[in-house]
C-alpha cells in the first residue's frame, strides 16, 4: 500500500524503456538479431543470398546439404537456403499485411462498439460473434474460394479473419476506461464528452493494440504458411515458406533437408516476434497493475 | 483486468462473455445461452447466403465452379436456388433446406453435398477427437507439475513457445520423417488402423496442448497466490492436493475460455493435417472444393463448422456455471 | 509452565537476487497457555510474515536461535513437519472470508477439508462434527449453511465459517490476521465477541491487527512492531494508558475521535509520511486545529427528497440535507447503505429519479451536462482510491492542473497555481514531474487534495479518502483537510464508515441504512444522545480505546 514508492517506469514511451532493456537479457536479445537478420531478408534478398532462388537446373537436384548449397538444393535443383531467405518476403508481407488489416479494422470497430454502447454495440458485437463462430483458416478459406487463391487475396482472407480478437480486446478495454476513476475524476471537472475521449479514453484503449498486434503477427505468419502449404498463397514457383513445404513433403523420403529448413525457418521466426512481444506484454502489464 | 490474453493465441476472449451470465434464475441463464447460440448460426447461414449475394459474378457462374456450363445444369441450377422467384423467397428457401439438412448438389463432383459431407465426417471426427485428447493431456501434466516451480517451469514454457510457434504441418513432417521414414514405426498416410492415427494426431494436438499448458499454469499459478491458498494450506494440507482439489478448478476457469478457440483450432488444424498425412476426411473435401470452386461444398463445411462451434461453446457456457457457483445467480447476495 | 509459543531473535528475510531484503529484525515473542497476545503495527511492519513464520508459510528465510512451537523445537523442520502441525497445533484465521476460503467449494467440503476427511461427498460423521462445530462459532441454523458456497454466507457468517475451519482440529493456539479488517463495525463487535468468548474459555489466541482499538477489548498483552522491530512491549492496559515509546504515542494520538475534536491527529512538524521520528521528542500536548469559518446564511448546496432506485429496491430512499459555506457535514453508514450514490448524484455523475440538487442556490440535478460543465469548477471531488483516480500516463502537474481547464487558468498561471497548491500540501514543486506510481499513499492522497482545491472551489466532496491509508499518514491527510478547509472557507461534504473520523471532522452528520437517513444533527448531539437505535448500534460496534 503506502509502503514503498514504485521503482521509476513512466507509461510514456515504453517501447522505447523496452529496448533499453534489450542488451540485459541473452533470449531478448538473440530475438532481437534473428528479426533483423529476417529484416534484411526481406528487404534485399541478394545480401544473404547470391543464388537465384526461382531458375532450376536439374543436373544440381537433390544434392545434401554441402559447402555450395548450405541448405542443399530441391528436386528441380534450386538452391534451398536462397529460397529460404528469398521466402522471407512473403511470410513477414502477408503476416504484417493482415495483422495492419486486423488491427486497423478490429481497433475502429472495438472503439466504436465501445464508445457508442446500446444497439450499434449490440450490432458489432454479434457480428463479432458471428464472424468468430467460423474458425480462422476456415473463414480464410471460404473467402479465397470466393476470391481465388494468391498473396493480395491471402493477406484479406487472414486479415478479415483475425479482425475479432482485436475488436473484442479493445472494445472491452473502453469499456474498462471509460468508468475507470480518472474518467469519472475528469468528468466531475466539466471537460466535454469529445476532450474526455481523446485525451483519457483513446490512448489507452489503444495501447495494447501494437502488443497485440506483435503477438498475432506469429499467428498470422503461421496460418499464412498454412494457407500457402494448401496452395492458396502465392503460386509456384514462388519461395513462399509453406509451398516449399508442401512441395517437400513429396520428396521426404529421398531428400529430408528440403523438408527442414523452411519449417524452421518459420518457427524460429515466430519464436523470435513472441518472446519479443511477450516481454513487451509483460513490462506494459507490470506497468499498469499495482 | 481486460480478457484473458494469456498467451499469443488465446488473446480473444471466449465466445460468450460470461459476465452476460449473471441475472436470473439458472434455466433461464441455460435458455439464453442456447437462444444466443441459435441467434448466430442463423445469422452465419444469412451470412452465407448474403456472401453469394454479393459476391462479383451472376450466382450460376459461382455456383457452378469451373464445370463447363450447359443450359441443362443451368437449368437445373436456377431450379434448385430457385432464381427466377423473389429474394426473399430465395433466402427462405434457403434457409429451410439448411434446416433440414440439405446443402445443395456440388456441379462438381456430381453429388448430394450432404452426402459428401457425411462420408467424410468420421474420419475428421477420429482426428480431432484424439488430438484434443492429447492436448488436455498435455496441458494438464504439464502445467500440474511445473507450475510455481522456477526451473521446471522454465523449461516447459520454452518447450510450449517453441511448439506454440512450430507450424502444425511442419511438426507433421518432421514426425512423418522421424517415425515412418526412418524409424517406419507407423504407417506414411491413410486412416486404415489405429496406428495411422498416432502422428496426426501428436501433429495437430501438440501445439494447441502448449497453449492449454500455458493457460491452465498461469490459472494454477494466480490461485495459489489467492489468500484462499494460505487457507487451506493452514489446514496441514499438501501441496500436491492443494493444486489437484483446489487450484486446478479454479485453472479450468481461464482454461474453459479457451473452448472457442480450441474447437476452432482443431478444425482448422484438421484440414491442414489432413492434407499433410493424406488422410481422407472433411479438410481434404474443404481443400478440394476451395481450389476447385466448388461453393456448395465450401459453405456446407463451413456452416457446419460454425454450428459445431456454436453447439460446443454454449455447452461450455453451461459447465461454466457448474463450474463456478458465483455465476449461478440464485443467492442471496446476487440478488441483492 | 512450559509456553506455547517460545522464539528469540526472529529474524525474516526475502532473498532478492544475490542480497536479501530482511523485513523482520531479531524479534522475541512468548506466547503462555489461555493468553491473548496482540502483535500491533503498521503496513510494511513485518507483523504479518511474523504470523506466518509461526506456520512455517512465511515464504522467506526465516532465522532464530530459539523457535518452539507446541514444545517443538521447529527449526530443522521440514515441509512434512510443519504440516503436521498445521491445523492440529495452530490454526490461523486471515481477513475476508470471502477471499480467504476457496469460493469455488462448499462450506461442508471445505470443513471436511480442515478436519483432514475431505473428498467431493462429506462423509455422515464429518457432516455431525462439522453441524456442531457450525454451531460453537455461533452459526444459526447450520444444516442450512453446510451446502452453502462463500459467496452466498453474509460477511459475518462467512468469517464465522472461516473461523471454523481454523479451529475444526482443536489447535493450541489460534493466530488471527487481520480478522475483522474488511468488515463492517457492526459485524466486527459480533466477531470480537467471538473471540471473546473463545479467551472466556481459556483458549489462546494471536491476534495481528494494525488497530490499536480492536485489541484493545481482547488482548492481555501488546507488542508494537514497526518496521520489523518491536518498539514496544507491556500489557494492554499499560501501553494504551502510558505509552513509553513515542511511536506507540503518536498511534494512539493519530486515531480521529471525540476528544480530538478541534485538534490535529499528527505532531505538526511532520511534513513528509514515513519520517522515522523513534528519536523525535515525545510530544504529549495535542495542537489545536485553525478555527473554521461557517456562514450559515450563504448555502452552498441543498438536496431535497433525494431517491435513487435500483432493480427492485432503493438504493437512495428520500435524503434531504443542506450545507452551509465553510461547514462540513458528514454521511456515515455501512456498505450498500447507499451514501457514495448520494455523494454521485450530488456530482452529477447520476442523475435522481426524483428529488432536486441546487447548487449556490441554482438547479444542478436535471440539467443538461452542456449547461453544468462552466460551473463544476466550485464542485470538486477526492475520491477514495486516489491513483485510480490518475490518468496513469499523466505528470503530478498535469494531473493538478487538469482541473484548472474550465476555469480558464492556462500557461505560466496555472503552472503557478500548481506549484502553489502543491505547497500548500506540503509537497511542493519537486513532484511536478513525477508520475503517480512513484507516489506513496499519503503522497497520492495529497495531490488529489491539491487538485480538489486548485480551482478554488466552493464545495468539496470527499468519498472516504482515508480508509484505504494507514492510521499516521490518514491522521495527516485528515488535519491537511482540515486546515485547508478552515483557511479557504470551502463546504465540505464528507463520506465515510469511520465513526472516529465524521466525528473529529465534521460539524453535522447524516446517518444512513439501506437508502435512508435514519439520523441527522450536530456530530456532537447525534453521537452523545443517538435518538435511533441504529445509530445507537453503530455507536456501540465502534471499538473505543480507553
Not at chain 1, 48 to 74: C, M, N, R, V
Not at chain 1, 144 to 158: D, E, R
Not at chain 2, 257 to 277: D, N, Q, Y
Not at chain 3, 211 to 240: F, H, N, S, Y
Request: proline letters at 6%; hydrophobic letters at 45%; aromatic letters at 6%.
Amino acid at each position: 500500500m503506502s509502503a514503498l514508492p514504485a521503482p521509476a517506469e513512466h507509461e510514456t514511451a515504453p517501447a522505447s524503456q523496452f529496448l533499453r532493456r534489450l542488451p540485459t537479457n541473452p533470449g531478448l536479445a538473440l530475438a532481437a538479431l534473428f528479426l533483423a537478420v529476417i529484416a534484411i531478408a526481406t528487404v534485399s534478398p541478394a545480401l544473404l543470398a547470391t543464388a537465384d532462388p526461382i531458375a532450376a537446373d536439374p543436373l544440381q537436384a537433390q544434392l545434401p546439404p554441402s559447402w555450395e548449397h548450405w541448405f542443399g538444393t530441391d528436386h528441380l535443383g534450386r538452391d534451398v537456403f536462397s529460397r529460404v531467405v528469398h521466402g522471407a518476403r512473403y511470410s513477414i508481407l502477408i503476416g504484417v499485411g493482415a495483422v495492419a488489416l486486423a488491427a486497423t479494422a478490429g481497433s475502429f470497430l472495438g472503439l466504436v462498439a465501445g464508445l457508442s454502447r446500446g444497439l450499434i454495440d449490440e450490432i458489432i458485437t454479434r457480428l463479432l460473434d458471428v464472424v468468430s463462430a467460423f474458425p480462422d483458416l476456415l473463414l480464410a478459406l471460404v473467402l479465397i474460394s470466393f476470391t481465388g487463391p494468391g498473396t493480395t487475396n491471402l493477406i484479406f482472407a487472414l486479415g478479415v479473419a483475425f479482425i475479432p480478437r482485436f475488436a473484442r480486446v479493445v472494445r472491452a478495454q473502453t469499456f474498462v476506461i471509460a468508468r475507470s476513476g480518472y474518467v469519472e475524476q475528469a468528468r466531475t471537472f466539466g471537460l466535454s464528452r469529445t476532450v474526455l475521449v481523446l485525451r483519457h479514453v483513446l490512448p489507452h484503449a489503444v495501447a495494447q493494440v501494437p502488443i497485440l498486434a506483435t503477438i498475432g503477427l506469429g499467428t498470422a505468419i503461421i496460418g499464412a504458411a498454412g494457407l500457402s502449404f494448401l496452395g492458396m498463397g502465392p503460386q509456384p514457383p514462388a519461395p513462399e515458406w509453406g509451398a516449399m513445404l508442401a512441395e517437400a513433403r513429396n520428396y521426404l523420403r529421398v531428400a529430408w533437408w528440403i523438408g527442414v529448413w523452411p519449417g524452421l525457418a518459420i518457427t524460429l521466426t515466430v519464436i523470435a516476434i513472441s518472446v519479443l512481444g511477450r516481454r513487451w506484454q509483460t513490462a506494459f502489464e507490470g506497468r499498469r497493475s499495482e | 483486468m481486460d480478457s484473458q490474453n494469456t498467451s499469443a493465441i488465446s488473446s480473444a476472449p471466449t465466445f460468450f462473455a460470461s459476465h452476460r451470465l449473471r441475472r436470473n434464475g439458472l434455466a433461464a441463464q441455460i435458455a439464453g445461452r442456447i437462444g444466443s447460440g441459435m441467434l448466430v448460426l442463423w445469422a452465419a447461414v444469412t451470412l452465407s447466403f448474403v456472401s453469394l449475394q454479393l459476391a462479383p459474378g451472376d450466382i450460376v457462374s459461382l455456383l457452378i465452379g469451373e464445370q463447363l456450363r450447359t443450359p441443362e445444369v443451368e437449368a437445373a441450377i436456377r431450379a434448385e436456388w430457385g432464381l427466377d422467384e423473389p429474394l426473399l423467397s430465395q433466402y427462405l428457401s434457403y434457409l429451410t433446406r439448411i434446416l433440414h439438412g440439405d446443402f445443395g448438389r456440388s456441379y462438381i463432383l456430381q453429388t448430394e453435398v450432404s452426402q459428401l459431407v457425411l462420408s467424410q465426417i468420421l474420419p475428421t471426427l477420429k482426428l480431432t477427437t484424439a488430438a484434443l485428447f492429447v492436448a488436455i493431456i498435455f496441458g494438464l501434466v504439464s502445467a500440474v507439475l511445473t507450475a510455481g516451480r522456477r526451473i521446471p517451469r522454465g523449461i516447459a514454457g520454452a518447450l510450449e513457445l517453441t511448439l506454440v510457434s512450430t507450424p502444425s504441418f511442419w511438426l507433421g513432417i518432421l514426425l512423418l520423417y522421424l517415425f515412418s521414414f526412418t524409424l517406419k514405426l507407423f504407417p506414411v498416410s491413410g486412416d486404415r488402423s489405429f496406428s495411422a492415427l498416432v502422428l496426426p494426431a501428436l501433429a495437430l494436438g501438440l501445439p494447441l496442448g502448449a497453449v492449454v499448458g500455458q493457460v491452465l499454469r498461469q490459472g494454477l499459478e494466480r490461485a495459489l497466490e489467492e489468500p484462499f491458498a494460505l487457507t487451506v494450506r493452514s489446514w496441514g494440507t499438501s501441496g500436491l492436493v492443494l493444486r489437484l482439489r483446489h487450484g486446478l478448478r479454479h485453472a479450468a476457469l481461464p482454461a474453459v475460455t479457451l473452448t472457442g478457440w480450441l474447437v476452432g483450432s482443431l478444425l482448422s488444424g484438421a484440414v491442414i493435417t489432413e492434407s499433410v498425412f493424406g488422410r481422407p476426411g472433411l479438410g481434404r473435401v474443404t481443400v478440394e472444393a476451395v481450389l476447385g470452386h466448388d461453393l456448395p461444398v465450401v459453405l456446407a463445411v463451413a456452416i457446419l463448422s460454425a454450428f459445431v462451434y456454436v453447439t460446443l461453446s454454449t455447452l461450455v457456457d453451461v459447465l461454466y456455471l457448474w463450474l463456478d457457483p458465483r455465476l449461478r445467480s440464485d443467492s442471496p447476495e446476487a440478488a441483492r | 509452565m512450559m509456553p506455547l509459543v517460545d522464539i528469540r531473535d526472529l529474524t525474516i528475510a526475502f532473498p532478492r537476487g544475490s542480497q536479501e531484503n530482511r523485513v523482520v529484525h531479531g524479534i522475541n515473542l512468548t506466547i503462555h497457555e489461555g493468553e491473548t497476545v496482540a502483535l500491533v503495527g503498521e503496513s510494511g511492519s513485518g507483523k504479518s510474515v511474523t504470523a506466518r513464520a509461526l506456520i512455517g508459510l512465511s515464504g522467506a528465510v526465516v532465522g532464530a536461535s530459539r523457535f518452539d512451537i507446541v514444545g517443538d523445537g521447529v527449526l530443522g523442520f521440514r515441509e512434512r513437519d510443519w504440516r503436521r502441525l498445521r491445523g492440529s497445533k495452530i490454526g490461523f484465521v486471515l481477513q475476508d472470508a470471502l477471499v480467504s476460503l476457496d469460493p469455488l467449494r462448499k462450506v461442508s467440503q471445505q470443513l471436511a477439508d480442515a478436519f483432514g476427511h475431505p473428498g467431493y461427498f462429506v462423509r455422515r460423521d464429518v457432516r455431525e462434527e462439522s453441524r456442531a462445530l457450525l454451531h460453537s462459532v455461533g452459526i444459526p441454523d447450520p444444516e442450512r449453511r453446510l451446502p452453502q458456497y462463500p459467496h452466498q454466507l453474509s460477511g459475518g457468517l462467512r468469517q464465522r465459517a472461516l473461523i471454523a475451519t481454523a479451529i475444526a482440529r482443536r489447535p493450541s493456539l489460534l493466530i488471527a490476521d487481520e480478522p475483522t479488517t474488511a468488515l463492517d463495525a457492526t459485524v466486527q463487535k459480533q466477531i470480537l465477541d467471538l473471540f471473546a468468548e473463545r479467551k472466556q474459555a481459556g483458549h489462546t489466541l494471536l491476534l495481528i491487527s494494525h488497530d490499536l482499538a480492536v485489541v484493545a477489548r481482547l488482548a492481555d498483552r501488546v507488542l508494537v512492531m514497526k518496521q520489523g522491530k518491536i518498539v514496544e512491549e507491556g500489557p494492554t492496559k499499560q501501553i494504551l494508558s502510558e505509552p513509553a515509546h513515542p511511536y506507540t504515542r503518536r498511534l494512539l494520538d493519530a486515531v480521529p475521535s471525540a476528544s480530538s475534536r478541534g485538534f490535529r491527529l499528527s505532531p505538526a512538524t511532520q511534513t513528509e509520511d514515513n519520517a522515522p521520528s523513534l528519536h523525535a521528542t515525545v510530544v504529549c500536548q495535542r495542537l489545536p486545529l485553525p478555527p473554521k469559518r461557517i456562514d450559515a446564511a450563504q448555502r452552498v448546496l441543498s438536496a431535497s427528497g433525494l431517491v435513487k432506485r435500483y432493480g427492485g429496491g432503493f438504493a437512495v430512499n428520500n435524503v434531504s440535507f443542506e450545507l452551509a459555506a465553510g461547514e462540513a457535514l458528514g454521511i456515515v453508514g455501512e456498505s450498500g447503505s447507499g451514501k457514495t450514490t448520494v455523494a454521485k448524484i450530488v456530482l452529477g455523475l447520476i442523475e435522481p429519479d426524483s428529488g432536486t440538487v441546487l447548487v449556490d442556490g441554482q438547479p444542478w440535478s436535471h440539467r443538461s451536462e452542456a449547461k453544468r460543465r462552466a460551473r463544476r469548477a466550485s464542485m470538486q471531488l477526492i475520491a477514495q482510491d486516489a491513483l485510480s483516480s490518475f490518468d496513469p500516463r499523466y505528470t503530478v502537474e498535469k494531473i493538478v492542473g487538469e482541473s484548472l481547464d474550465t476555469v480558464g487558468v492556462f500557461g505560466r498561471d496555472r503552472r503557478r497555481r500548481v506549484i502553489e497548491v502543491l505547497d500548500a500540501v506540503r509537497l511542493g514543486a519537486t513532484f511536478l514531474d513525477r508520475y503517480p506510481r512513484e507516489l506513496s499513499g499519503g503522497q497520492r492522497q495529497r495531490v488529489a487534495i491539491a487538485r480538489a482545491f486548485a480551482p478554488r472551489p466552493k464545495l468539496l466532496i470527499a468519498d472516504e479518502p482515508v480508509s484505504a491509508l494507514d492510521v499516521s499518514v490518514q491522521a495527516q491527510v485528515l488535519d491537511l483537510l482540515a486546515e485547508l478547509q478552515a483557511a479557504s472557507g470551502t463546504a465540505l461534504l464528507f463520506i465515510s464508515h469511520d465513526l472516529g473520523v465524521i466525528h473529529h471532522l465534521t460539524d453535522r452528520v447524516l446517518v444512513m441504512k439501506d437508502g435512508r437517513v435514519v439520523e441527522t444533527g450536530a456530530v456532537e448531539t447525534v453521537f452523545a444522545s443517538p435518538t435511533h437505535s441504529y445509530t445507537r448500534a453503530l455507536l456501540d460496534a465502534v471499538p473505543a480505546l480507553p
